[in-house]
């Protein structure tokens, strides 16, 4: 018999999928404009996300070539760090593993819409 085993570049590509799949299930009920957030990601599990927050609600898709009102950069695995607690995104920020590019305020409204305890401290 033989057992898959999934590769760390696999799992982390997952874990991305669900990070951007429970930002879409939350939505941001303060939206109060549509907003683009292109996640540009770098490491093993490269690739650009796009991130759109409308009243409407907030979807995701894989992207090339997107423009977008904030551009916000770092290594995959930097944010899924974040995302689980592991990594405070401050100080991932104040460390400069976090590069934002664009409207900084679009930057801190979409913690406050998303992420709204972290918005808080």
Known sequence: MVTAVSSPSSVLVERLRQIFDAFARQGAATATRTTRYLFRLTGPS???ILLQVTPEG?????????????TIK??????????????????????????IEGDVEAAARMVAEICPEQAEG
Not at 74 to 99: C, F, H, N, Q
């Open 46 to 48: 490269a690739g650009s």
């Open 58 to 70: 907030v979807t995701w898709t894989p992207t090339d070539t997107e423009t977008a009102d904030v």
């Open 74 to 99: 770092l290594d995959a695995a930097d944010l899924v760090a974040i995302a689980d607690g592991s990594l405070d995104g401050r100080l991932a920020l104040a460390s400069e593993k976090i590069e």
